[in-house]
């Protein structure tokens, strides 16, 4: 007589929090090459940068299995939500997890939009979506990049844009949340593609805040952190995300998140787009001992997160 089989339980969002921040720390070695300045180094690294500089900064393949093992919203518990596949106006098409919160609340009208970091699925950031479902109620919308995941295509500076930009007219045009105020939500390299969308589409009115979450000032910049051997070829880099030159123009309220002991992004990216922003409302919330992506975890991550949704949706932290 076989025995009887028992399905494990869903997982708790609040450890996989951690299991995925191990997931995706994995990476930083991989971001972080070895600082050894020698000729023979220094020649290897002009040409991996200039020619290879596209499978440096788009490891999609990263952690081994994103490219096809994605996880799926049911397995946290979360019941309410779409699998959607979106075509691109050059002819990709990008797979996005649409999940609502509670119906009827007072953010049942507020889509979170999330744009990931450069590795991984969007499947390994479901638990901060539910983080977000439980702490402010609102529906959030996560797009998988072209070449991530399960989208067609090869992500590159352009292509991410266009898929930002994809995501965004979805929202605006679908009968269910044409009418919702959006809060742009980026990590690490999403923090610059949000950047970008805002400061494109904030005329509407719809876009209502953004939050950002240990970005970095352009590629060029961060490449001597990086690999600092390479430091004075930086120019070479031609996937150039010049954050720096863009959040000046960003006038919705902006909440900066700082993992003061990021080992990728220095901390003081962050704090310089803080100082170059001249929104009239803009929050700087430091995680003292948060690392590149371990910030999450850090106490008081969710908790600014979720006073800055309510006040800015509300309209009462522009008031202030």
Not at 257 to 269: A, M, N, R, T
Not at 293 to 298: F, G, H, P, Q, R
Request: neutral net charge; contains cysteine; charged residues 20%.
């Amino acid at each position: 007589m076989s025995s009887p089989t028992v399905t494990p339980p869903a997982p708790d969002g609040n450890s996989f929090l951690v299991q995925t921040v191990s997931l995706l720390s994995s990476v930083a070695s991989y971001l972080r090459l070895p600082a050894i300045a020698t000729t023979g180094v220094a020649a290897i690294l002009t040409g991996l940068l200039y020619f290879k500089q596209k499978a440096l900064i788009y490891p999609s393949h990263m952690p081994p299995g994103s490219r096809t093992d994605i996880p799926r919203p049911s397995f946290y518990r979360i019941k309410d939500y779409e699998e959607l596949i979106i075509p691109t106006k050059d002819g990709e098409k990008l797979s996005a997890f649409y999940i609502r919160g509670p119906r009827g609340g007072p953010n049942s009208k507020v889509t979170v939009i999330m744009f990931h970091g450069n590795a991984g699925n969007i499947g390994h950031r479901l638990p901060i979506a539910r983080m977000l479902l439980q702490a402010v109620g609102c529906n959030v919308f996560m797009l998988e990049y072209r070449g991530y995941g399960i989208s067609t295509g090869t992500p590159d500076e352009s292509g991410l844009n266009i898929d930002a930009q994809t995501a965004l007219d979805y929202l605006r045009d679908r009968a269910e949340t044409r009418d919702h105020k959006y809060l742009v939500y980026g990590q690490s390299l999403g923090g610059a593609v949000s950047v970008k969308l805002v400061s494109k589409n904030q005329g509407r009115g719809d876009i209502v805040g953004l939050i950002l979450e240990n970005t970095f000032l352009s590629m060029r910049k961060l490449i001597p952190s990086i690999i600092p051997p390479a430091r004075y070829l930086a120019a070479l880099c031609h996937q150039v995300w010049a954050t720096d030159t863009l959040i000046g123009d960003v006038k919705v309220p902006i909440l900066f998140l700082s993992g003061l002991q990021d080992e990728i992004v220095p901390p003081i990216h962050m704090k310089q787009l803080y100082d170059l922003c001249t929104a009239p409302v803009k929050i700087w919330h430091p995680l003292p001992n948060g690392d590149h992506n371990s910030s999450v975890l850090e106490e008081g991550y969710f908790e600014a997160i979720q006073d800055f949704i309510q006040r800015v949706s509300s309209g009462k932290l522009e008031k202030e």
